[in-house]
T-cell receptor, first 110, second 120 residues
Framework: QSALTQPASVSGSPGQSITISCTGT?????????VSWYQQHPGKAPKLMIY???DRPSGVSNRLSGSKSGNTASLTISGLQAEDEAEYYC??????????FGGGTKLTVL | QLQLQESGPGLVKPSETLSLTCAVS??????????WGWIRQPPGKGLEWIGN???????NYNPSLKSRVTISVDTSKNQFSLKLNSVTAADTAVYYC????????????WGQGTLITVSS
């Protein structure tokens, strides 16, 4: 199985909005609603931010939102804050009953 | 409050078997509705799904690791385990145990992770 494709890095200024894309195939992202997003700060375990394409766990800021179109899922963060600076990973269920991650995107808040 | 805690040797020699345990507290591993799994992250790199197990014992593994991986559950100790045999330096990584809600991508709990180094 191939990793999902994410941009290596994105950046934005405080208050702005950014979008991170996650591109797969019809056998993973495009075929299921089981796409999730994780935030990881250096030296820490990943934290679930979005699951099932667009659902937010309790306690996650509503500045984060998820969507999907075809084989590409997206994570949008609005009103950027310094604390949003982190690595972000997408993940999807696959037709082989396995899971695959994206390569990760480094978000820099300028 | 659910907590997962990985434990392992820290250092494993090449060609040997890596064995990790994830202790579950705050929930019963025997309860239906959850998958228990392992994910790893080589130093400075991204996340890689290793596999998961249902309380019934049903397993799924990453095809790239399937020939070397075994995940099992010990309900008497409320824990689950990972065994990865014939390890090489490429298996050096932080290993995380996780819980995922069945029929969702809600991987709602992660352990803090444990670094396993493969070196002679």
């Amino acid at each position: 199985q191939s990793a999902l494709t994410q941009p290596a890095s994105v950046s934005g200024s405080p208050g702005q909005s950014i979008t991170i894309s996650c591109t797969g195939t019809s056998s993973d992202v495009g075929g299921y609603k089981y796409v999730s997003w994780y935030q990881q700060h250096p030296g820490k375990a990943p934290k679930l931010m979005i699951y099932d394409v667009s659902d937010r766990p309790s306690g996650v800021s509503n500045r984060l939102s998820g969507s999907k179109s075809g084989n590409t899922a997206s994570l949008t963060i609005s009103g950027l804050q310094a604390e949003d600076e982190a690595e972000y990973y997408c993940s999807s269920y696959t037709s082989s009953s396995t899971w695959v991650f994206g390569g990760g995107t480094k978000l820099t808040v300028l | 409050q659910l907590q997962l805690q990985e434990s392992g040797p820290g250092l494993v020699k090449p060609s040997e078997t890596l064995s990790l345990t994830c202790a579950v507290s705050g929930a019963s591993i025997s309860s239906s509705g959850y998958y228990w799994g392992w994910i790893r992250q080589p130093p400075g790199k991204g996340l890689e799904w290793i596999g998961n197990i249902y309380y019934s014992g049903s397993t799924n593994y990453n095809p790239s690791l399937k020939s070397r991986v075994t995940i099992s559950v010990d309900t008497s100790k409320n824990q689950f385990s990972l065994k990865l045999n014939s390890v090489t330096a490429a298996d050096t990584a932080v290993y995380y145990c996780t819980r995922r809600v069945e029929s969702t991508s809600n991987r709602d709990c992660w352990g803090q992770g444990t670094l396993i180094t493969v070196s002679s």
